[in-house]
């Protein structure tokens, strides 16, 4: 039984000698027309035969990545592991729009097929880069938790500050502390839409603290990310 689970995951990991290279081009092959075909079904005045053949072209996508997710839990180790990780939560994903929009109004389900973009995660069980930023997120983790907490705790204090100084003069803007941290989160990413911006005195001078504030928030998380990578790279792999 343990053999022919490992032949099961050499098979589908493209690592095994004869089926393994075929697998994994087929993999790729229907993950690109897949995310592809999200596109070409946008072209206004389709003729019917081109609907047909996306319908159709959904129904094979969605029936191969049924039959490797369920040969994934049936030769896992652990297959409850396997389903409660970051894979095996793409995998699932990749698959799930389609069996929810069975017998439903796709009409009131259109967001849902936006999860077919996640199959393009799945390029990243193959890559040697994505198991080393899988590494960095295991060895940063709980640095970025506190951080991004500690981010939304600024946000809200930004959001705070800013209505205190803008309320009165534009109220429509700034209504409220909820409706200013549209304003603190463009400010705080540096982004700067200008849709919303202060004008009072005491306000502009808030927004220059938040952006070197913001500064930080965006170098912080790349710091920390780019230490692990570091740290992650093999003695072997190029440009070590």
């Not at 295991?138 to 809200?156: G, N, P």
């Not at 005491?202 to 780019?226: E, M, N």
């Amino acid at each position: 039984m343990r053999d022919w689970k490992a032949t099961v995951r050499s098979i589908l990991d493209g690592d095994h000698p004869r089926f393994g290279r075929p697998v994994l081009f087929l993999i790729y092959a229907f993950i690109i027309v897949s995310v592809l075909s999200i596109g070409f079904e946008t072209l206004p005045d389709l003729p019917p035969w081109a609907r047909a053949a996306f319908t159709i072209e959904e129904i094979v996508v969605v029936a191969f990545f049924t039959m490797e997710y369920l040969l994934r839990i049936a030769s896992a180790e652990r297959p409850l592991r396997y389903v409660g990780s970051l894979f095996g939560i793409v995998d699932l994903l990749a698959i799930l729009p389609f069996y929810l929009s069975l017998g439903l109004d796709l009409r009131s389900l259109r967001t849902l097929r936006l999860l077919r973009v996640f199959r393009l995660l799945k390029l990243t069980r193959y890559n040697d880069a994505a198991d080393r930023f899988a590494e960095a997120w295991r060895a940063t983790r709980e640095e970025l938790v506190v951080f991004f907490a500690a981010a939304i705790i600024v946000l809200y204090l930004c959001s705070i500050g800013i209505y205190y100084f803008e309320h009165d003069a534009q109220p429509e803007a700034f209504s409220s502390v909820f409706d200013s941290m549209w304003w603190a989160a463009v400010t705080l990413t540096t982004v700067g839409y200008g849709d919303v911006y202060p004008i009072t005195t005491g306000g502009r001078i808030f927004t220059v603290v938040v952006l070197f504030v913001g500064l930080g928030a965006i170098a912080v998380p790349t710091g920390i990310v780019g230490a692990a990578l570091a740290r992650m790279r093999r003695p072997g792999d190029p440009e070590a």
